[in-house]
T-cell receptor, first 114, second 113 residues
Framework: GESVGLHLPTLSVQEGDNSIINCAYS??????FIWYKQESGKGPQFIID?????DKRQGQRVTVLLNKTVKHLSLQIAATQPGDSAVYFC?????????????FGKGTKLSVIP | KAGVTQTPRYLIKTRGQQVTLSCSPI?????VSWYQQTPGQGLQFLFE???????NKGNFPGRFSGRQFSNSRSEMNVSTLELGDSALYLC????????????FGQGTRLTVV
C-alpha cells in the first residue's frame, strides 16, 4: 500500500512468536508517544500510547517501552498473529508546544509467516 | 461512536486545478490535524486546528490551506495542483490536549495527472 516507503525496514516473524519493533524519536522535549498500525489502503490505527513520565505500558498483547535517555521506543507484540501484518509507526508529540503535531518515524513493515 | 470520517475517499485531478478535502472528527474532539503521506516522505504534518484557529503549520507551501468550522469539522484546500501533490491525505482528531490519543480517518487518496 501507499504507506510503505521504498526502503522500509522489514521484520519477519513466525506466527506465535513475539515481535519487537523499535523506534528512535527525535525531540528530547517530546512527552507523549503513540504507536500506530497501518494496513494497506487504510488510515493509521491507534494501538497504544505512553507519556514521558512512564517507562512501560501494557495493553492487550502489546507493550510499549520508553527509554528517554537514548530517545528510544519499542513495541512488543506477544503471540504474533497473521492479522498483525502491517506497517507500524511510532509518533511523538510535545504537548508544551500549544498544538497537537505528531512527528512520525519512517515505519517498520511486519510480516507474519503462518 | 463514529470514527473520523474523510470525504471523498478517492480523487483524480488535473495539474493546475484545486481540490477541497473534508474531515469530520469524532464527536467531542476539538483538535483536527492534517497529514500528507507519500512513499518517499512518509507521514508529514500539514496543519492543526483547534476551536476554528490554526495553531500550527508544517513546512508546506502556501498552496496548502485549511479551515475549521464551529462544529469542529475541517476542510483542507490545495490550489494549483502539482503532480507531486499526489498522496494520501489523512486527518486526525483529538480531544483537547497534546497528551490524548489522536485517531485517524481512512484518508483521501488524491491523484494528480
Amino acid at each position: 500500500g501507499e504507506s510503505v516507503g521504498l526502503h522500509l525496514p522489514t521484520l519477519s516473524v513466525q506466527e506465535g512468536d513475539n515481535s519487537i519493533i523499535n523506534c528512535a524519536y527525535s525531540n528530547s522535549a517530546s512527552d507523549y508517544f503513540i504507536w500506530y498500525k497501518q494496513e494497506s489502503g487504510k488510515g493509521p490505527q491507534f494501538i497504544i500510547d505512553i507519556r514521558s513520565n512512564m517507562d512501560k505500558r501494557q495493553g492487550q498483547r502489546v507493550t510499549v517501552l520508553l527509554n528517554k535517555t537514548v530517545k528510544h521506543l519499542s513495541l512488543q507484540i506477544a503471540a504474533t498473529q497473521p492479522g498483525d501484518s502491517a506497517v507500524y509507526f511510532c509518533a511523538e508529540n510535545f504537548s508544551g508546544a500549544g498544538s497537537y503535531q505528531l512527528t512520525f518515524g519512517k515505519g517498520t513493515k511486519l510480516s507474519v509467516i503462518p | 461512536k463514529a470514527g473520523v470520517t474523510q470525504t471523498p475517499r478517492y480523487l483524480i485531478k488535473t495539474r493546475g486545478q484545486q481540490v477541497t478535502l473534508s474531515c469530520s472528527p469524532i464527536s467531542g474532539h476539538r483538535s483536527v490535524s492534517w497529514y500528507q503521506q507519500t512513499p518517499g516522505q512518509g507521514l508529514q504534518f500539514l496543519f492543526e486546528y483547534f476551536s476554528e484557529t490554526q495553531r500550527n503549520k508544517g513546512n508546506f507551501p502556501g498552496r496548502f490551506s485549511g479551515r475549521q468550522f464551529s462544529n469542529s469539522r475541517s476542510e483542507m484546500n490545495v490550489s494549483t495542483l502539482e503532480l507531486g501533490d499526489s498522496a494520501l491525505y489523512l486527518c486526525a482528531s483529538s480531544f483537547v490536549t497534546g497528551q490524548n490519543e489522536a485517531f485517524f480517518g481512512q484518508g483521501t487518496r488524491l491523484t494528480v495527472v
